[in-house]
């Protein structure tokens, strides 16, 4: 299950997101039309794969918010004072615009590996 709450972040200025559930196969998928947020929506992700602050791309001075829950984990950031900057390496974005993606041998194997040797591998 995946739930959450995003304050000016990266263009979101407000937005309480439905519970998400990833049952019965551990898979779900985001589709929305062009021009409602889903870049910035798994940018706060990729912010928080790499441990990186968020912030929101028009008002700068904003504070930007978030708080996450992924079954267990929960990620909660504020821009405001010295808040802790969550950092996840079980989070991984993977951004179809880019040229290139940064990655472990684990995490290709995982994304290359077509379903009979997933299978084969238990992946």
Excluded: W
């Amino acid at each position: 299950m995946l739930s959450g709450y995003f304050e000016n972040c990266y263009g979101i200025k407000q937005f309480n997101m439905s519970n998400i559930s990833f049952n019965p196969c551990n898979k779900a998928i985001i589709y929305a039309p062009n021009g409602v947020m889903k870049t910035s929506f798994a940018k706060v992700f990729e912010d928080i794969s790499k441990g990186t602050t968020t912030t929101d791309r028009i008002f700068t001075n904003a504070v930007s918010r978030y708080s996450i829950t992924h079954y267990m984990s929960h990620y909660n950031y504020s821009s405001e004072g010295n808040a802790t900057i969550p950092h996840s390496e079980n989070i991984y974005v993977i951004n179809s615009f880019a040229d290139k993606f940064e990655f472990s041998k684990d995490t290709v194997g995982i994304l290359l590996a077509d379903e009979g040797t997933r299978k084969l591998l238990h992946i």
